[in-house]
Nanobody
Framework: QVQLVESGGGLVQPGGSLRLSCAAS????????MSWHRQAPGKERELVAS????????NYADSMEGRFTISRDNAQNTVYLQMDSLKPEDTAVYYC?????????????WGRGTQVTVSS
């Protein structure tokens, strides 16, 4: 059974930091690209950052680049999102995503999300 379990969310003041974790199980983790997405109230879900299966390549949304860092530990089947210099507009539910498979069949899995609130 595939599971993606996010943790590390919470309330933080503007300018603060949080580190999100996503523990994966039920699939061959290193063969899947992983990403973080977020959804703020009343807004569509958006990509935050992504990382390839080997961890050799990362990609960030423009508004997050330089403040957020995505990384993964394939030995621990975990992907991380280090968030620094947080702003109130970063408030959202953050979701972990796994994507893998072949050109014919793609598998996509989502976690249930973790709430991040940036407020003074």
């Amino acid at each position: 059974q595939v599971q993606l379990v996010e943790s590390g969310g919470g309330l933080v003041q503007p300018g603060g930091s949080l580190r999100l974790s996503c523990a994966a199980s039920g699939f061959i983790f290193s063969r899947y690209a992983m990403s973080w997405h977020r959804q703020a109230p009343g807004k569509e879900r958006e990509l935050v950052a992504s990382i390839t299966g080997t961890g050799g390549s990362t990609n960030y949304a423009d508004s997050m680049e330089g403040r957020f860092t995505i990384s993964r530990d394939n030995a621990q089947n975990t992907v991380y999102l280090q968030m620094d210099s947080l702003k109130p507009e970063d408030t959202a539910v953050y979701y972990c995503n796994a994507r893998g498979g072949t050109t014919i069949v793609q598998y996509v899995y989502w976690g249930r999300g973790t709430q991040v609130t940036v407020s003074s």
